[in-house]
Each structure stands twice: as structure tokens, then as C-alpha cells.
């Protein structure tokens, strides 16, 4: 089975225990107004392009056939792109003889990325390791997943997903005989929030949740801090005591804002606006959430991240 994916990332540490590799896939059915994986939001491969590089030849102007291209007398964005026009074909790519131009994923079958990440085989072993698929979020290509799943549990590897659980619960119950760990994101406890800052409300993923917090179920609940949104005390008291409720004992990761995303935007000319008046929580801030979390009797995961 084939499917789009934005990258394979080896030897991460973050997404899961000891060495991994990460696969990205595309596809989320949430359109959070933070995201830090824009390219992931739509199943669809997208068109990139890349100011720095640029030498201004205009051969991807010249050779696109649907005059989606033009250029403009900007220091910064030479090349604009009409998204409209533009059906992806790739010959402004090709044409490209740097790297200006490029795409935000490939299309690869199942058994290609399984080939990919059998390749750190013995790192995972000896490290206790194994692959996670993120996103996005393998539920939009679940098909795909599923596959790439099935590849690596027959190599004995352990597998990993990270998800938000906005999905039909058949979906969600076919990845459970083939996931070690359910990596499961909740953002915002209040529906109303849920849905102004996502673009959907959290009943579904609520009720996902209950059903996914089974015994012996291993799960991780990951909660990113937005400065403002989700990053306030109420929210993560309201979030920790509904996952005491569902997953007593269960572990939650704070997950601390990354304003390196804006630039995606900007590659993909989409609005900025919400990036550049973010910034990451300092030591203090962090500290007084995961005390929060922790007077709620939960199990808080410090990110060690750089």
C-alpha cells in the first residue's frame, strides 16, 4: 500500500523509549491554530519554496504549464506561488538547479518505509528502542499505517503512535494489537476552547480516550503548553484530573511551546501571526504546571529536549 509521508527521522530519543526512528505522515483531521507540523495538516503533498537558495534564473517560471509562478521584485519571497493554479506536476521542481523548490513529502509503499527503518534494526534492539509513527496523525492514513505497523511487529521491533484520537473508534481499535505505546495528545479540556483553537470539539477524543485507557493499556499522555491557551493552570488541573479519572497512575509529558514552526509557515505561505506572539515557557512557568500535574497524583515525564 503506498502513502504520503513528510519524512523518516532516525535516531530520535523523544517519541518513545531508547534510539527510534520517527515516521511523519501526513494527514491530521484537527487544524490547530499552533501547530508545530503544518506541512502535515493536509493528506496532499505540497510545494515548497525556499528564498535563500534562489538565484533568480526563472526556469521553474518558465516550464510550469499552468502559470502558477511569478516573480517579484521581493528581497525575501522572489518566487510566489498560486496555490490554486498549481497542480503539483513537479516540473518547477526538476527545473529548479538548486533547491528553492522542493516538496514537504514523498510518496513511498508501506514496504519502502519498513525497508527504511529496518535499516537501525540493531540500535533499537540493543537500546530498547523501535519506530513511532506521528504526523500528522496515522489515523487519517490508517491503511498505511497499519501496514507499516504489521512490517515492523514482524521484525520483532516495538511501535509506537502518536495521535490526537480524533477518529472513528474501529479505526483506533485496529492499531491496539499492533501498538506498544499510544502516544495521545489532549490540548484543551473546555469543548468550546477545543473547538475555536482546533477546529473541532473534544467529545469524540474524549471518548476515545476513555476507551483507549484500558488495563494493560501503555499510554502517554502528551499536553502542549500554548502561552495563553493551554498553558494555564486550570486547563492542566482540568486535564490531569480527567486523565486520573480514565488512566489512574497513568504519565503525562508537558510539552513546551517551539516557535521554530513560524518558519514552515512562511515556506507555505500561510499566516504567521500566532507564532510571533509566542514564546516558550521559562523554568519557572514549567515548573509550576508539572506541580500542578503533580498534585493531582499523576506521574509527570520531564522533556529533555533541545
Same mark, same amino acid.
Given at each position: 500500500?503506498?502513502?504520503?509521508?513528510?519524512?523518516?527521522?532516525?535516531?530520535?530519543?523523544?517519541?518513545?523509549?531508547?534510539?527510534?526512528?520517527?515516521?511523519?505522515?501526513?494527514?491530521?483531521?484537527?487544524?490547530?491554530?499552533?501547530?508545530?507540523?503544518?506541512?502535515?495538516?493536509?493528506?496532499?503533498?505540497?510545494? $515548497?519554496?525556499?528564498? /535563500?537558495? &534562489?538565484?533568480? =534564473?526563472?526556469? @521553474?517560471?518558465?516550464? *510550469? +504549464?499552468?502559470? %502558477? #509562478? !511569478?516573480?517579484?521584485?521581493?528581497?525575501?519571497?522572489?518566487? $510566489?506561488?498560486?496555490? /490554486?493554479? &498549481?497542480?503539483? =506536476?513537479?516540473? @518547477?521542481?526538476?527545473? *529548479? +538547479?538548486?533547491? %528553492? #523548490? !522542493?516538496?514537504?513529502?514523498?510518496?513511498?509503499?508501506?514496504?519502502?518505509?519498513?525497508?527504511?527503518?529496518?535499516?537501525?534494526?540493531?540500535?533499537?534492539?540493543?537500546?530498547?528502542?523501535?519506530?513511532?509513527? !506521528?504526523?500528522?496523525?496515522?489515523?487519517?492514513?490508517?491503511?498505511?499505517?497499519?501496514?507499516?505497523?504489521?512490517?515492523?511487529?514482524?521484525?520483532?521491533?516495538?511501535?509506537?503512535?502518536?495521535?490526537?484520537?480524533?477518529?472513528?473508534?474501529?479505526?483506533?481499535?485496529?492499531?491496539?494489537?499492533?501498538?506498544?505505546?499510544?502516544?495521545?495528545?489532549?490540548?484543551?479540556?473546555?469543548?468550546?476552547?477545543?473547538?475555536?483553537?482546533?477546529?473541532?470539539?473534544?467529545?469524540?477524543?474524549?471518548?476515545?480516550?476513555?476507551?483507549?485507557?484500558?488495563?494493560?493499556?501503555?499510554?502517554?499522555?502528551?499536553?502542549?503548553?500554548?502561552?495563553?491557551?493551554?498553558?494555564?493552570?486550570?486547563?492542566?488541573?482540568?486535564?490531569?484530573?480527567?486523565?486520573?479519572?480514565?488512566?489512574?497512575?497513568?504519565?503525562?509529558?508537558?510539552?513546551?511551546?517551539?516557535?521554530?514552526?513560524?518558519?514552515?509557515?512562511?515556506?507555505?505561505?500561510?499566516?504567521?501571526?500566532?507564532?510571533?506572539?509566542?514564546?516558550?515557557?521559562?523554568?519557572?512557568?514549567?515548573?509550576?504546571?508539572?506541580?500542578?500535574?503533580?498534585?493531582?497524583?499523576?506521574?509527570?515525564?520531564?522533556?529533555?529536549?533541545?
Amino acid at each position: 500500500m503506498d502513502g504520503n509521508i513528510i519524512d523518516v527521522k532516525r535516531f530520535t530519543i523523544h517519541d518513545g523509549q531508547g534510539i527510534r526512528s520517527t515516521v511523519f505522515l501526513k494527514g491530521c483531521g484537527l487544524r490547530c491554530a499552533w501547530c508545530h507540523n503544518p506541512e502535515g495538516i493536509e493528506n496532499s503533498i505540497g510545494l $515548497w519554496y525556499l528564498s /535563500r537558495p &534562489c538565484i533568480r =534564473c526563472r526556469a @521553474c517560471i518558465a516550464v *510550469c +504549464p499552468e502559470d %502558477a #509562478l !511569478s516573480a517579484h521584485d521581493d528581497a525575501d519571497h522572489f518566487i $510566489w506561488i498560486n496555490r /490554486r493554479r &498549481c497542480t503539483k =506536476c513537479g516540473r @518547477c521542481v526538476e527545473a *529548479c +538547479p538548486t533547491t %528553492a #523548490l !522542493s516538496f514537504d513529502g514523498r510518496r513511498l509503499s508501506s514496504e519502502a518505509v519498513v525497508e527504511i527503518l529496518l535499516r537501525d534494526r540493531e540500535f533499537y534492539l540493543r537500546s530498547g528502542g523501535g519506530i513511532t509513527i !506521528s504526523g500528522g496523525d496515522p489515523l487519517i492514513q490508517h491503511g498505511f499505517a497499519l501496514e507499516i505497523l504489521k512490517g515492523c511487529k514482524a521484525e520483532g521491533l516495538h511501535t509506537a503512535i502518536e495521535t490526537c484520537l480524533f477518529g472513528s473508534w474501529d479505526v483506533i481499535g485496529a492499531f491496539i494489537p499492533l501498538t506498544d505505546l499510544f502516544i495521545v495528545d489532549l490540548k484543551l479540556d473546555d469543548d468550546r476552547l477545543h473547538q475555536e483553537y482546533t477546529g473541532h470539539g473534544n467529545t469524540l477524543i474524549k471518548d476515545n480516550y476513555r476507551r483507549l485507557a484500558g488495563p494493560g493499556r501503555n499510554l502517554l499522555t502528551r499536553i502542549p503548553l500554548i502561552p495563553r491557551v493551554t498553558a494555564i493552570p486550570d486547563n492542566i488541573r482540568a486535564i490531569a484530573r480527567f486523565v486520573r479519572e480514565c488512566n489512574p497512575g497513568g504519565k503525562v509529558e508537558l510539552i513546551n511551546f517551539n516557535p521554530l514552526a513560524e518558519n514552515k509557515y512562511r515556506l507555505m505561505d500561510r499566516d504567521r501571526e500566532f507564532f510571533q506572539r509566542m514564546a516558550p515557557l521559562g523554568p519557572e512557568e514549567l515548573a509550576g504546571l508539572y506541580a500542578v500535574l503533580e498534585a493531582e497524583g499523576l506521574a509527570a515525564v520531564r522533556e529533555h529536549r533541545t
